[in-house]
């Protein structure tokens, strides 16, 4: 397997896991995790780690990935406004595949209202408006979304130095067969244009929207991310 295909699948298991919601008898607050997941890549496995944690400002979402070749580590810290709405402080992203590094983070100024990057050693400042929101935080934004029964699944993302678009449909619900068990899940499908890359989710209301199972396929080649266990933490005790 080479270098890149490594780095792709990596990459993958990072950017899909994000999701957690805030029990709807809680809200707004935000319910804290801990889960792990598999993949395999032409017989070699990945191991993925996924937390959302307290910390002293407000809460840490935590995404990693590694095999034997590497890792890529993503967190973003965050916090609830008045009125419950997630609003994100930071992001870093470091990766390490075999002696190759990089790092990208992001910090947002709410005083001053201004994002500020770094990504391959070039700096930049841009404007930062209401209803933004961080590559993981948009996540855990979509399945307090979907806790909510909201339909329009579209949000406004800070990353890589700029700010996209990401937007989601519900393609249904069914059950599925799981580590932990039969769970009913909420099957979904990233929206690109213009892009031959398939991206299809499986969340649990059960598990606060966690995905169960998540599929990318790309090029003719599928990938797949897989629950092996969650846990609620005592943080939410």
């Given at each position: 397997m080479t270098a890149p295909k490594i780095l792709l699948m990596l990459a993958l298991c990072t950017s899909l896991l994000a999701f957690a919601a805030g029990d709807a008898e809680r809200a707004p607050g935000i319910t804290t995790y801990e889960a792990e997941y598999s993949a395999r890549y032409s017989g070699f496995p990945i191991k993925a780690e996924h937390s959302l944690r307290r910390t002293s400002?407000?809460?840490?979402?935590?995404?990693?990935?590694?095999?034997?070749l590497g890792k890529i580590t993503e967190q973003e810290q965050f916090h609830l406004d008045q009125?419950?709405?997630?609003?994100p402080d930071g992001y870093r992203h470091d990766r390490s595949i075999m002696r190759n590094t990089r790092k990208e983070s992001m910090a947002v100024d709410h005083a001053g209202m201004t994002i500020r990057s770094s990504?391959?050693?070039e700096q930049t400042e841009m404007e930062f408006e209401a209803g933004q929101l961080g590559p993981l935080s948009h996540q855990l934004e979509l399945a307090r979304d979907l806790q909510g029964g909201v339909e329009e699944l579209s949000y406004s993302v800070i990353i890589r130095g700029g700010i996209r678009d990401y937007r989601y449909q519900r393609l249904g619900d069914e059950d599925m067969e799981t580590a932990l068990g039969t769970l009913r899940v909420v099957k979904l499908e990233r929206v690109r244009d213009d892009s031959d890359r398939e991206t299809i989710l499986w969340l649990a209301p059960e598990l606060n929207y966690q995905p169960v199972l998540l599929r990318q396929i790309e090029d003719g080649s599928s990938y797949e991310l897989t629950l092996q266990s969650f846990r609620f933490t005592k943080e939410n005790s």
């Open positions: 400002g407000g809460y840490e979402l935590r995404v990693e990935a590694s095999n034997f009125q419950g709405a997630i609003m990504r391959k050693g």
